[in-house]
């Protein structure tokens, strides 16, 4: 398996296998929300589990925890003691389906797409996350179940819905003590571009109230006067951004992008901004994504405008979404919102100000051999230098298994691309990213074993 041909063969050669077991897996719902049946989420375990067994891993187990469905857990033992162990993270539990009627094909009915590059398929869950799911096995068929590294196999069951399992690693740090990791839950910024995504933003989020009378009254009458929550809450909410759209709360970390990033056009396609409507914020799109502060008011209540009285409305309530710098408190960035609605009091009216959840962000450290192990491994994956990449989306996961192998290099890479359409209708994932993965885990494995004991570690 040492030259570079031998490696791209050898993938070609395992492709149609590994897209049959995809359309396998892809046609099995394994939704793990609440009110969808369990079955299917076991029998894509199942099948897993055999697809695992047959490629040679001989120690499997399942984690059971509490209202979560069941982690695969599975080992390969370094070849060698100084061999260093790499531990492959992804998830076979999928969203659910969303509005049917929205798909053009069932979506469990893994579909052929045509496009550019080779085409793919089409369905629920196959390129979140089971294409990378497949990814691994395809690195760990290419050497015959005896890569040149450690294997640990996590592979979860319900990372869609959210389980306790996000904080469990270090309640268990033994079982995932490695030297790097896979996190494949994701992938490209754009189809053929090999990424790194080196950062996750944060999230917080808030409530915020008003109450300031005991029941509606009379617009004509009372309106002037009386003080209307609604007026109050919107006062409070233009507060949040300047003229320019950049957040204007104190101490939120905004700091450059120094990576790759969107043009502003990919992004308008991605976002669905039409040319006519500016894009908010300043400064790179990096920066306003990634390494910068954004508030999103997420729900409102209030009066609807079909259910609209000619009336002072009495109580208003808002939510925000905050996302911020990678490495920002998340306790500390949440209080610098409620901070600052705290001291506002529109008109002299206060608020009621609610801290909601919060989620740790992440930053990987990209110095360490793994890293280098991986740009040479995507390079020669996809024929192009790899691109460093964050995003606003976040895996709590990530937290917990860096807290139970803090010295371990966190590698974020996989066969999604940014125009797969997660979580929506008709999501979709190419052959070619898929394939180019496989090479990529690979051709990882492959370097990082030499570069490790080339270091004589
Ligand atoms: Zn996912």
Known sequence: MDPDNDLQAAVDRLMDGLTSDLERLAA????????????????????????????????????DLPDTAPVIFGEIPPPTPDAPTVLLYSHYDVQPPGDESLWRSPPFEPTPVEEAGGGGLRARGIADDKSNVIA???????????????????????????????????????????DAMVIADLGNL?????????????AAEVTVEVRTLQEPRHSGEFGGAAPDALLVLLKALATLHDVHGDVAVDGLRREQWTGT????????????????????????????????????????????????ASAVVPYA????????????????????????????????????????????????STGGPAYRAARTALKEAWGTEASYVATGGSIPLVNGLAQAAPDAEVLLFGAQDSMCNLHAPNERVLFSELRATVVAMCAFVREYAADFKGAGS
């Open 190 to 202: 754009r189809p053929g571009t090999p990424t790194l995504t080196t950062g996750l933003r944060g």
């Open 317 to 364: 309530r808002a939510k925000l979404n905050l996302r911020f710098h990678p490495k920002q408190d998340p306790v500390e960035a949440q209080e610098l919102l409620v901070r600052h609605l705290r001291a506002l009091k529109p008109f002299g009216v206060p608020l009621t100000v609610t801290p909601g959840d919060t989620g740790p962000g992440y930053e990987a």
């Open 136 to 178: 691994h096995l395809g690195m760990l068929r290419v050497f015959g179940g005896r890569p040149p590294v450690g294997v640990k196999i996590v592979f979860e069951g319900q990372e869609e819905y959210g389980s306790p399992f996000d904080g469990y690693p270090p309640t268990d740090a033994e079982r995932f003590a490695c």
């Open 28 to 63: 099995i719902p394994s939704v793990a929300f609440p009110g969808f049946p369990a079955g299917p989420v076991q029998e894509a375990h199942d099948l897993l589990v055999g697809l695992l067994r047959e490629v040679g891993v001989e120690r499997i187990e399942r984690i």
């Open 261 to 308: 990033s969107y043009t502003e056009d990919e992004f308008r396609d991605l976002a669905g901004v039409t040319d006519d409507l500016p894009l908010l914020g300043s400064g790179t799109l990096g920066e306003r994504l990634w390494s910068g502060p954004a508030i999103t008011v997420i729900g409102i209540d209030a009066p609807t405008v079909d259910g609209a």
